[in-house]
């Protein structure tokens, strides 16, 4: 990756949430941190997960944004992801919605894989869908 520079967790939310349809969805984002990522990347990432927060847990979701000590992580407390289909969902054409594609999330392992990180999918806090994204580089380290 050649386009790497430093990019603020909430500003890339903020901006992603504005290109997404949410309807009556919300966001909070509990990091101001920058982390070192190619941006239009990142943002493509980020857009990726709001989406499929918004398609597979309804208008009303609830999406978070925050830091992890190594990474950041989106969840949202949607039905959430069995755990004996969270690696499944990276798979093209995997989706569970009328709506989805089974697209968004192998494109968001690619861009995680491009910048050499890691991304687990685990059970959120309010028992949606947590995506963990790792071994990642913060611009003031």
């Given at each position: 990756m050649s386009d790497i520079s430093p990019v603020s967790l909430d500003t890339i939310a903020d901006d992603c949430w504005e290109?997404?349809?949410?309807?009556?969805?919300?966001?909070?984002?509990?990091?101001?941190?920058?982390?070192?990522?190619?941006?239009?990347?990142?943002?493509?990432?980020?857009?990726?997960?709001?989406?499929?927060?918004?398609?597979?847990?309804?208008?009303?979701v609830s999406v978070s944004v925050g830091e992890l000590a190594d990474g950041f992580y989106v969840e949202d407390d949607g039905p959430g992801i069995p755990a004996?289909?969270?690696?499944?969902?990276?798979?093209?054409?995997?989706?569970t919605s009328d709506r989805g594609t089974g697209f968004g999330l192998r494109i968001v392992q690619q861009i995680v894989n491009a910048h050499d990180w890691e991304i687990t999918?685990?059970?959120?806090?309010?028992?949606?869908?947590?995506f963990e994204i790792t071994d990642v580089s913060f611009a003031d380290e």
């Open positions: 290109t997404v349809a949410t309807a009556d969805a919300t966001l909070e984002v509990e990091s101001s941190r920058a982390i070192l990522a190619d941006r239009t990347r990142l943002h493509q990432l980020f857009e990726n997960l709001i989406r499929n927060a918004v398609e597979h847990a309804g208008d009303d004996d289909a969270r690696e499944d969902v990276f798979e093209v054409g995997y989706s999918v685990r059970e959120g806090a309010a028992g949606g869908a947590r």
